[in-house]
């Protein structure tokens, strides 16, 4: 039920000398020997008096086609915090993401279950950006990798065209990521896409980088993932794994 999600505000400042963490993610994702943890959502951050930010997550919120309580309440919030940053985790469209039906020139209802979450972000300000979960990949079945791909081209016309809004889906084309933005001064997100190393374990069709294969884009994801970690770290930033 879309009540049942949950967002989250945070205050995200610039580096200062004490830090908490908070991480949720799964378990069975294999680790590189050289990453201490990798969890689907890392936050790393200190409290200060100035330079703040807020960012709402939101996740598991593809299942109604008009918005609920949670959602009008993130809408409300955003009336105040114009340059919040969105950032949807996964689970963007029960029961299994969305697939070349919407091309038919009718809306369909995952692109009502689509609109419900995004339609409060009209005349947003702030950053937006989507991340795929494992319903999105067909619920984990085959030809994930296409229904991924159809809902990322959907979401960056709807949010772009439509809302006009400063977002983008990612890790794009059906890849594990990483992939780096620098939200704010001091401040840095890395999306990965989690649910693309089971499908790749389960043998499925996955996206892969350009000119690599599916071993050589997993380990390529990890050497990338801790090189940019180690940067961030070096660079004195706030950073933010999802």
Known sequence: MIDLFSFISLSLVTPRSSHRELTRGPSHVPRPSSLVLFFLLI??????????????????AG????????LLALQKRLKTDSTATVIFLGDNVYPKGMNDDI????????????????SVLKGHQGLVYMIPGNHDWKAQRRKGLDYVKCQEKWVNAYLKDTLRVNAGYFPSGGTPGPHSVLMHAGLRLIMIDSQWFIQKRSHKKVGTHVGK??????????????????????RGEQLIIA
């Open 43 to 60: 936050f790393f951050f200190s409290f200060s008096q100035s330079d703040s930010t807020v960012i709402y997550l939101v996740g598991d």
């Open 63 to 70: 299942n109604d086609t008009t918005p609920g309580k949670a």
């Open 103 to 118: 091309a038919d020139g009718k809306v369909t209802i995952t692109e009502k279950r689509m609109m419900a979450q995004l």
């Open 213 to 234: 294969g599916k071993q050589e884009t997993e380990e390529l994801c990890w050497t990338l993932l801790e090189a940019e970690i180690l940067a961030s770290v070096l």
